[in-house]
């Protein structure tokens, strides 16, 4: 799937929306001196072209799911699809990736306690077949959580407006 080609007018609306996701579409249309309507539909395209998701992002230690963790796993390459699956099949995978040196997959998991942990490890994971080995480190703070991976800041300074 070729990646959706981005213009100048789409990166400052994702420059606009990654620091405020909330910002109206009139505001954001003044902002950049373009309709409304503009804005409607070029929003309704980033969206539908998976550039962009609209949502609220939660810290999961406060919402009460206290255990948060990371699983680093080695895999027999002959079953590394289906491990691949089983993975986004599990409720408290929350990231998974694919990676080079010592393991073969990270994946994030949020649960709500230490023995949910425990049980994950011991029961779920232990019945997929493929993993051969798997560490776990648990996350004890937070202190950067972000998701504007493109760099799109600077096109904002271009309307005079600065975050």
Known sequence: MQPLVLDDLDKRILAYLQQEGRMTFVTLAAYL????GTIRKR???LEENGVMKTMGVTDPLKMGLDTVAFIWFKVDRHYMDSVIEALQGLDAVRYLVVTTGGHDLVAMVVLPNRTKLVTLLNEQLANIEGIVSTETSIVLQIHKQIYDW???SHYKEKDGVQG
């Open 150 to 152: 493109a760099p799109f």
């Open 33 to 36: 001196g373009v309709s409304e």
């Open 43 to 45: 929003v309704k395209r």
